[in-house]
């Protein structure tokens, strides 16, 4: 408990006012002010969860017969919330005639045209997915007992309230996020909560949209 708290408390610090602090003071201009915050916090989560980490991936590795399966499965679950994400947007603007994309016109767009290729990979398919689980659902989700049906549903609404929160500016854009949310959370109690699962899922969803964005242009304004 104690762990997941800090965890909580020092995202939401290195988020907003780490993120601030750096921009203010102009040591690194914003795209670089979220890649330093999320390797701080990267390294952060592995002082907190070092030894978690190591059995959740002992279990991890037990769980997955096949890692060619599990990639065709985590590659299923990303081409669905791709195409989640997109439905609900052409969905919700079609029917009420306002947009849910976000204001900086997608997230991953954003940063591959404000940083070189090689830190953009970095904290698009690593740190980001790390990070982002590691807060939003192992911090949240993963300290409930399992017995405790009620508080695992009504933690898991908090996670996906709290990740697509984080991600937002207006209200219409949490319509946005919120198909991605569902699944990563789904996906983290598929493979019994186990936090290595859910990074594997994310990193290859943010992957899928970076390359989306290299091939087809156009795309960036989705993600």
Do not use: C
């Not at 002992?58 to 081409?79: A, D, G, P, Q, V």
């Not at 767009?109 to 290729?117: A, D, I, P």
């Amino acid at each position: 408990m104690a762990k997941a708290s800090i965890m909580i408390v020092l995202f939401y610090l290195m988020h907003y006012s780490g993120r601030d602090l750096l921009q203010y003071y102009g040591i690194v201009s914003a795209p670089w002010a979220t890649f330093v915050s999320y390797a701080v916090l990267f390294v952060i989560g592995v002082l907190l969860y070092g030894k978690n980490l190591t059995s959740e991936w002992t279990r991890f590795r037990k769980r997955r017969k096949n890692f060619f399966n599990f990639l065709l499965e985590i590659l299923l679950w990303t081409l669905l919330a791709i195409g989640l994400t997109v439905a609900t947007y052409f969905t919700v603007s079609g029917i009420f005639n306002f947009s849910i994309l976000p204001n900086s016109q997608g997230t991953i767009g954003h940063l591959m045209r404000n940083l070189s290729t090689v830190p953009a990979l970095l904290l698009i398919a690593i740190s980001a997915p790390f990070v982002l689980e590691l807060t939003f659902r192992e911090s949240i989700i993963g300290i409930r007992e399992r017995s405790h049906k009620f508080r695992l549903w009504l933690s898991s609404a908090i996670a996906i309230i709290a990740f697509v929160l984080i991600q937002t500016n207006r209200p219409q854009e949490m319509l946005f996020y919120l198909p991605l949310a569902i699944l990563l959370t789904v996906f983290y109690h598929r493979y019994d909560r186990n936090v290595w699962a859910s990074v594997f899922f994310y990193s290859l969803f943010n992957l899928i949209a970076y390359l989306l964005i290299r091939f087809v242009p156009a795309l960036g304004i989705y993600f």
